[in-house]
């Protein structure tokens, strides 16, 4: 069965800083990989999602993740972090399975520092 | 309208009232879920709906009654709650194929409810 840890439920970065939020994941078979942005009182919004075409996945807002098979991570960076970052993060994995669902994360909390 | 709407938005119930939550999408998927998503907790998946056809129930209690009478609609009834419903919920909606591929899900605003 599928899993998905994100390490930290908080990270805090300065404005202008680089924006590192890790996931790890746990697959039977070749995954696919799928970050979300929660802003506050709003549902999930796909920032970005890696299907096998390319290890370097780019996203909306200036986010992108890479995929990584040998470390199984998928972690999600910004260069540069702007206020309007601020946001729970969801990492989630699926197996694309027809009848598969899709395995989310804890979230990570990002706070922005001025 | 676009994307997945649900409302009401917010809503307050006692414990022995009786409503529904009501969830639209609007982007010709055939598929159609409800999450729980509750305070220092992961989101929960409470019901899948896929072609109108509930395919999964993942051991909620029975005073939440899920619908989907079309493959843009979703209710989720409500009875007799306790307070630890009290929860964000959310809907989301997928387009499922044969093939194997990434079925990313597209989320509403979700409902936040209070159980009194």
């Known amino acids: 069965a599928q899993s998905v840890t994100q390490l930290g439920s908080h990270v805090s970065v300065s404005e202008g800083a680089l924006v590192l939020l890790r996931c790890n994941y746990s697959s039977s078979v070749p995954p696919y990989l799928f970050w979300y942005v929660q802003y506050p009182n709003q549902g999930l919004q796909l920032l970005l999602k890696y299907t096998s075409a390319a290890t370097l996945v780019k996203g909306i807002n200036g986010f992108e993740a890479e995929f990584k098979k040998s470390e199984t991570s998928f972690h999600l960076t910004k260069p540069s972090a702007h206020m309007s970052d601020a946001a729970e993060y969801f990492c989630?994995?699926?197996?694309?399975?027809?009848?598969?669902?899709?395995?989310f994360g804890k979230g990570t909390r990002l706070h922005i520092l001025p | 309208e676009t994307g997945v709407t649900q409302t009401p938005r917010h809503l307050v119930m006692g414990m022995t009232n009786k409503k529904s939550l009501k969830c639209e999408q609007h982007l010709g998927h055939n598929a159609m879920y409800w999450y729980k998503q509750s305070a220092k907790k992961p989101l929960e998946l409470m019901f899948v709906?896929?072609?109108?056809?509930?395919?999964e129930n993942n051991s909620v209690p029975s005073r939440f009654s899920p619908e989907c009478p079309n493959s843009s609609h979703l209710f989720l009834h409500l009875h007799t709650l306790q307070p630890e419903d009290s929860a964000l919920y959310l809907c989301?909606?997928?387009?499922?194929?044969?093939?194997?591929?990434?079925?990313?899900?597209?989320f509403g605003p979700g409902t936040r409810l209070t159980v009194t």
């Open positions: 709906y896929s072609l109108e056809e509930r395919v």
């Open positions: 989630a994995v699926s197996e694309g399975n027809r009848d598969d669902k899709i395995i």
């Open positions: 989301a909606s997928s387009q499922r194929s044969f093939r194997q591929g990434a079925y990313e899900q597209y």
